[in-house]
């Protein structure tokens, strides 16, 4: 299938009949009427009787002017979210791949990145301490020599992937659904590394320490330092990693050793990896407590100020889908009547049980073929095709379900302050004809 142009070209080349509104990212008119709306598409979208009252077509979401863009040497040109911290974001299309190369893979940073390990990296430290028998200091080449190496595809995922769909706004990168990697790492099972410490009863729970400087550049301060429960260290996924899809880990991304704790949010898969603590309390560190990668356990009023006090830590990261063969916004020749779709699946520690797409607001829906995890924690790729009644605007809404039936919402809920855990169900503009 040929693929043409982007909705916002054509608002640009007929201003008579497209009179283009003002909006945002998310998707809300600024200062538009709904004529306006009618105007662009009412004629030509075949299934405007089943969209939800006081929907927006997704068409409207897409960013009205240039997109920022990361230029940096090693990466693919990400959509880019900050520069201080480095932030940069994935777009869809370019999720396509089983394995996440290392130059698609989103950047989440909270501090500086360090200067790159000029020497031997096999000569890199690492510390085991807290509460264990027999505390370890170990070079990167040892803990490769002394425990048993293993190559997995983990899914890595910031907390906030698909923050911008919260409304109202809430504080941090506004994300769509581009926050999220598939890599194949290679390293050794962290738990191998904590029965060889002996722990003690009491070491419920792990500190994380990174060598990144905190963003202001105050060397008593971390830039991030997560923790754990002890039962997801201990889950035989979770790997400290030394190499990423069968190289040396990009500097950008943590060389030369970092942790991979799959299916939770990213913040706790510490980059620079120095040292980790075995503790009998949770980790008091730099994101931990408040309302830092914490969720309410009752909803709470969007838009309040609340210090998450009552608030719990997340832990595995809800269900997700991305469309990754048809970008948002794409014109497709006139009388295509059937459209192949293909993307990826994921659900934190679970599987994903099923995907369907709809074409009609949601009023009907079309189960997908999964595909099953080539290993635990990775995603899972999904396919199927859609066929089209006639010309016109369409919205291809996809949604995934996981092994406990949990499905992606219409909207995002349990609102907070800092925007987590966001994961609506997704929705692709076209244009055929």
């Known amino acids: ?51 939800p009252r006081g929907l927006l077509p997704a068409a409207l979401a897409q960013a009205s002017g240039d997109v920022p863009v990361l230029r940096m040497d090693g990466k693919a040109p990400l959509i880019l979210l900050g520069e201080r911290p480095l932030v940069a974001e994935t777009p869809e299309t370019m999720l396509d791949d089983d394995v996440t190369p290392a130059d698609k893979m989103f950047v989440r940073n909270n501090g500086q990145i360090p200067e790159r390990f000029a020497a031997d990296p096999k000569t890199w430290r690492f510390r085991l301490d807290g509460e264990v028998n027999m ?42 659904n581009g926050a999220i990697s598939n890599c194949e790492w290679t390293g050794v099972r962290l738990r191998d590394v904590i029965r060889a410490a002996g722990p003690k009863e009491g070491a419920r729970f792990t500190g994380h320490f990174g060598a990144d400087p905190h963003l202001s550049g105050a060397t008593d301060r971390a830039a991030i330092s997560r923790g754990m429960p002890a039962v997801k260290a201990m889950e035989e996924h979770t790997l400290i990693a030394t190499r990423m899809n069968g190289q040396p880990i990009p500097q950008l991304h943590g060389y030369p050793l970092r942790l991979v704790v799959p299916g939770w949010p990213g913040s706790l898969s510490q980059k620079w990896l120095t040292r980790i603590t075995l503790l009998a309390e949770p980790h008091r560190g730099q994101g931990m407590g408040g309302t830092s990668y ?120 349990n609102w907070n302050p800092q925007g987590y855990g966001a994961n609506a169900i997704g929705r692709a503009a076209i244009l055929v004809g």
């Not at 049980?353 to 949601?362: K, P």
């Open 1 to 51: 299938m040929k693929t043409e142009r982007i909705l916002a070209e054509l608002f640009a080349d007929d201003p008579e009949r497209f009179e283009p509104p003002t909006w945002s990212r998310r998707g809300a008119l600024k200062g538009a009427s709904l004529a306006a709306i009618g105007a662009a598409f009412g004629a030509a979208m075949p299934f405007s009787s089943r969209m």
């Open 135 to 176: 505390p370890l200091d170990l070079t990167l080449g040892e803990l490769e020599s002394r425990f048993e190496l293993v190559t997995l595809r983990l899914q890595m995922e910031c907390g906030g992937n698909g923050r911008s769909a919260f409304v109202p706004e809430t504080r941090g990168n506004q994300w769509n």
């Open 294 to 413: 914490r969720l309410p356990v009752r909803p709470i009023v969007p838009g309040s100020q609340n210090d998450g006090a009552t608030f719990a830590d997340m832990a595995s990261m809800p269900v997700r889908s991305v469309l990754t063969n048809l970008a948002h916004g794409t014109r497709v020749p006139a009388n295509t009547r059937r459209i192949d779709l293909r993307g990826h699946a994921w659900a934190g520690d679970e599987e994903v049980r099923a995907v369907h797409v709809s074409l009609d607001f949601g009023a009907t829906w079309h189960e997908m073929a999964v595909s099953p995890p080539p290993n635990r924690y990775s995603w899972q790729r999904w396919s199927g095709a859609v066929d089209l009644p006639s010309d016109g605007y369409f919205e291809l809404w996809h949604r995934a379900t996981d092994a406990k039936g949990r499905m992606q919402p219409h909207a995002a809920a």
